[in-house]
């Protein structure tokens, strides 16, 4: 299973006017390739009088799919640098759409390259980039004399609590990094005087947005 990494949060669009011409962009989250080709084609049909709809995406653990579209813009001057700003964030799973409405201005291959390369940062922000980190669900099994304390503690702590079932005994079922896995365990059966069950139910990804 992948380790923890940043991708966006979901859709968001930005637009910026630089000399005239307009720049919208269109970002999304791509786990595919065929997600990402269906989210590109998706803008071209909203688009489809544009001068341009650029596009670029990076899909796997490892980057493993990248691919960039210049699509009518002189060579290297629009969907590279757009896959440029993807890389440089660190972000994966992710696929990008700037259209541009030609201005009457040209602006030359470093003007394309600095302008698609806004546009993108722009449409990321507005997407919201968000962490994802790999969590354990552990289950904390305990007498319902333990339920009070052990539930305060793990509320008041920085691990999320997911649910408390109330059985023949309580349930507490909290996610946990799996870094932490060891010191939680440890943690727990201080808690509750090793009066605790603990046991990894299984493992799943959370989500932090990115300040």
């Known amino acids: 299973m992948r380790q923890d990494y940043l991708t966006v949060k979901d859709y968001g669009e930005s637009e910026i006017i630089i000399s005239k011409s307009r720049f919208l962009t269109y970002v999304n989250r791509a786990e595919?390739?065929?997600?990402?080709?269906?989210?590109?084609?998706?803008?071209?049909?909203?688009?489809?009088?544009?001068?341009?709809?650029?596009?670029?995406?990076?899909?796997?653990?490892?980057?493993?799919?990248?691919?960039?579209?210049?699509?009518?813009?002189?060579?290297?001057?629009?969907?590279?640098?757009?896959?440029?700003?993807?890389?440089?964030?660190?972000?994966?799973?992710?696929?990008?759409?700037?259209?541009?409405?030609?201005?009457?201005?040209?602006?030359?291959?470093?003007?394309?390259i600095r302008a698609y390369g806004k546009a993108t940062t722009?449409?990321?922000?507005?997407?919201?980039?968000?962490?994802?980190?790999?969590?354990?669900?552990m289950k904390v099994t305990v007498d319902y004399t333990?339920?009070?304390?052990?539930?305060?503690?793990?509320?008041?702590?920085?691990?999320?609590?997911?649910?408390i079932d109330y059985l023949e005994g309580v349930d507490i079922f909290v996610f946990v990094p799996k870094n932490d896995v060891d010191t939680f365990i440890n943690w727990m059966t201080e808690l509750t005087n090793g009066q605790a069950k603990i046991e990894t139910e299984l493992?799943?990804?959370?989500?932090?947005?990115?300040?």
Request: net charge negative; charged share 25%.
């Open 32 to 112: 595919t390739e065929e997600e990402a080709l269906q989210f590109i084609e998706h803008i071209k049909k909203i688009h489809p009088q544009a001068t341009h709809n650029c596009s670029c995406y990076l899909i796997g653990e490892h980057d493993n799919i990248q691919k960039a579209n210049d699509d009518g813009e002189p060579s290297g001057t629009a969907g590279v640098p757009m896959l440029e700003v993807l890389k440089k964030q660190g972000l994966k799973d992710t696929v990008v759409v700037v259209t541009r409405y030609f201005g009457g201005i040209k602006l030359g291959g470093g003007g394309l």
């Open 122 to 137: 722009e449409g990321i922000t507005a997407a919201q980039v968000v962490e994802r980190k790999l969590h354990h669900l």
């Open 146 to 163: 333990w339920l009070g304390k052990v539930e305060n503690e793990v509320r008041s702590s920085n691990y999320t609590l997911e649910r």
């Open 203 to 211: 493992q799943q990804f959370i989500e932090f947005v990115r300040q």
